[in-house]
């Protein structure tokens, strides 16, 4: 029999009428002939019960006394419960299952607590219990390392596990369940009128998730690239096919493939610009300022390097600590606060003259000053204020993938 991987998110499994619609498209799964593997997520949201921002609320977090290891022990109980409460109720509906931790489903991973990363995945107690359950269900997000600690993936990990576990298996596809219908051309929340992609590539997908796009995580793309596993991102309370992301998409699946010059616009909120002057030794401070950064922890991004000295944007949560080790150093700086990233993503783009040209024009149109800009062979960002970010990615949006921009 063919296997197939399903993974639920935490708004998929929050309540019994959420998991109802769940456990249907397990059943039409197994009806059509496919042993399955779900992933869940801890129920709900921070607030609910056994969601993860409710456990760490147990400990003050951020202010607490426990260390790593001990957080990933408390952050992993949500997931095993969900994978029990999960497995039951598929019983209940004639189903045999039953549920597994991430380590007991042979995922190993680093020692990096809070942030694990997978190492290897041994599937032999799934093939085992596949010969007396149709589904198994495992707790997603964590896995174990070569001590023994329950370990965690980070935020998003979920959708790590089902794909690593899809490659595994050798699994036929992955079905990311969540609560859109698929993968749009921008956040709906900030563009009403945003579109959602029959197909694309893994390529357009791990660009959209590493520059904002929340539907899938990154890392979970990556592995799925490398093992040309198929992905489905679908909605758990539709019949829809969603988005497929493979490594080609053909006309047949998408037919507004053909002229696609851009698959999406994301964006990322929350960022400081910080500026810091030039000195004497330009190569030393260049040296120090980023070694001292990585020491503490703190991904950069947008950076620049000139005669004048560093550009660069932090989150705003690491500002404190990135103005501690500047005044360490004596630096002289100053800080934009209050930016947005804003990424336009399309395997298209390469190549083709005039995408930065109507990138300006659109944002000029509607006064939007860029801060600073940058681009890749697949990506063109801009950094503007905060305050113009859903009037620039309604802008970028209409000159790019709406109709009224045609």
């Keep these: 029999m063919t296997v197939i991987v399903q993974k639920f998110g935490g708004t998929s499994v929050r309540d019994a009428d959420a998991r109802t619609h769940a456990i249907n498209h397990v059943k039409a799964a197994v009806d059509d002939g496919h042993q399955v593997v779900v992933v869940v997520s801890a129920m709900g949201r921070k607030g609910e019960p056994y969601a993860t921002d409710t456990l760490l609320d147990l400990i003050q977090f951020p202010d607490h006394q426990v260390t790593q290891r001990e957080l990933d022990q408390l952050m992993s109980c949500g997931e095993i419960i969900s994978s029990v409460v999960f497995a039951n109720e598929l019983r209940n509906q004639g189903v045999s299952a039953t549920s597994i931790s991430g380590a007991k489903a042979g995922i190993m991973t680093t020692s990096d607590f809070t942030n694990a990363r997978i190492e290897k995945v041994n599937p032999d107690l799934i093939h085992t219990l596949f010969n007396t359950n149709q589904v198994i269900v495992v707790a997603g997000f964590q896995g174990q390392d070569s001590f023994g600690n329950m370990t965690t993936l980070g935020r998003g990990g979920s959708d790590t596990s089902a794909v690593a576990l899809g490659a595994a298996l050798n699994a036929d596809f992955v079905d990311i369940f969540t609560d859109v219908d698929g993968i749009k051309t921008a956040d709906p929340r900030l563009v009403k009128h945003a579109e959602t992609l029959k197909a694309m590539t893994y390529s357009e997908i791990v660009h959209l998730a590493y520059e904002g796009s929340k539907v899938i995580h990154p890392r979970a793309v990556e592995i799925a690239m490398q093992e040309k596993i198929p992905l489905r991102v679908r909605s758990t309370y539709s019949n829809d096919e969603g988005t497929l992301v493979t490594s080609k998409v053909s006309n047949s699946i998408d037919r507004s493939i053909k002229d696609r010059l851009v698959t999406g616009i994301a964006q990322v909120s929350g960022l400081y610009q910080i500026n810091i002057d030039a000195n004497d030794n330009l190569i030393q401070l260049h040296d120090e300022v980023f070694a001292k950064l990585a020491e503490a922890n703190i991904s950069v991004d947008f950076f620049n390097i000139s005669s004048k000295g560093i550009t660069f944007t932090i989150p705003k949560d690491k500002w404190q600590m990135t103005k501690t080790i500047m005044e360490s150093m004596n630096l002289s700086y100053n800080i934009e606060e209050d930016c947005a990233k804003v990424s336009t993503v399309g395997a298209g783009i390469q190549g083709v003259p005039g995408v930065?040209?109507?990138?300006?024009?659109?944002?000029?149109?509607?006064?939007?000053?860029?801060?600073?800009?940058?681009?890749?062979?697949?990506?063109?960002?801009?950094?503007?204020?905060?305050?113009?970010?859903?009037?620039?990615?309604?802008?970028?949006?209409?000159?790019?993938?709406?109709?009224?921009?045609d």
Excluded: C, M, P, Y
């Excluded at 659109?362 to 905060?386: F, P, R, Y």
């Excluded at 859903?390 to 790019?400: G, K, P, Q, R, T």
């Design 356 to 405: 930065a040209s109507k990138i300006v024009t659109a944002l000029a149109s509607h006064n939007i000053q860029i801060l600073q800009s940058a681009d890749s062979h697949t990506t063109i960002w801009v950094l503007i204020k905060e305050r113009d970010l859903e009037a620039a990615v309604n802008a970028l949006h209409d000159i790019f993938l709406s109709k009224k921009g």
